[in-house]
């Protein structure tokens, strides 16, 4: 049944995108591309495109954006409630670990000891979507977009020096397309 | 009874509004809920706002959302917390549901489609920006195993399709044993 492959999905989301906003992005590549097809890497961009210039955790517009392709409005229902349900039970119980205990050293430690591997799958999910904007497929092959190399590398750097709003890299890399297309 | 409907109807349009206008996700959310919450609203006090941004930042899932959770539960038990939850969380809803009912008929469009396809290479480099930013602060202090650990993942998960979810206990029990450890050594 979709709605239980919804919720079973975005609930292994919730539970395991740790590390808050960009952690989300290799679990959702996983669940919603690999496992089971709901996306392809071109809707995920386009998702990810658009979480940059709306409100809200990524994950909470992934949920929604992929249960409304999937399933309509119940879909999105369903699988943004599974993506905060295994969250809100642990944050429930830490806060009360933390009260009793006067700390979380074990977890937070634990979560430093993640950080390099999470790191890592954002990374992979980065690729990815390099390969996608140069290539217009996650295979790394095909005739490569120019225009989309020196916006990548203009965005990049633009990025690393201002260090500016991403909604900005959005909307200018957007005008920079439109412009580039109708010349 | 009444006054404490009033402040459930607080809470849920407080998070609402906070919700529906940050950009950007739980880094600049928790700031502007300690503006609201231990500031204007004066519910919480600076330093249980810290413990709060701490335990909602070592929680799975949105920072977001689970700092809502927890203001929510401080100020107003479950009430409190399945009503901040739906504040945080009806925005993004509302919102992408309308762009996803629209994406099909406005992905076809010529222009649309130039504007996503350049956006795309700007979202590739607003994540590569991220993941620079994240590794430079694993690998400025110069210790051996994170990076290992970092490089051995993004080959096994890049490369050879190793499971995210499996690579992610795996991890995790790797920052529990060295945790362990440092505890025995007195650390």
Redesign the interface.
Known sequence: MIYLSLLWSFMQIGLFSIGGGYAALPLIQHQAIDVNGWLTMQSFSDIMTISQMTPGPIAINAATFVGIQVAGIPGALVATFGCILPSSLIVTALAWVYYRFKGLDAVQSVISGLRPAVVAMIATAALSLISLAFFGSESYSGSVNTANVILFCLAFAVLRIWHPSPMIVMAGTGIAGLIWGII | MEKKRKSLLTLFLTTLEI?????????VIIPLMRRTFVGKLGWIDEGEML??T?????????????AA??IG?RTGGIAG?AVS?LGA?L???V???I???F?QAF?SN??VS???????????????????A??WD?LKRKKLL??V??????VL??FLDV???A??I???G???L??IH?KRRGI
Do not use: C, E, K
């Open positions: 919700s529906a206008f940050t950009f950007g996700g739980g880094y413990d709060l701490a335990i909602a930042q070592s929680a799975p899932g949105p920072i977001a959302v689970n959770i927890l539960y917390a939850a969380v925005p993004p809803l919102i992408i549901s762009i996803s009912a994406y992905r010529r222009y130039l504007a996503m396809t350049a956006m795309s290479a700007g979202v590739a480099a607003v994540v590569v920006d991220v993941v620079i994240m590794a694993i994170p990076a650990m970092m490089a051995v993942v993004f998960v890049g499971s995210v979810i690579m992610m795996a991890a995790a790797a920052g529990y060295s945790y440092g």
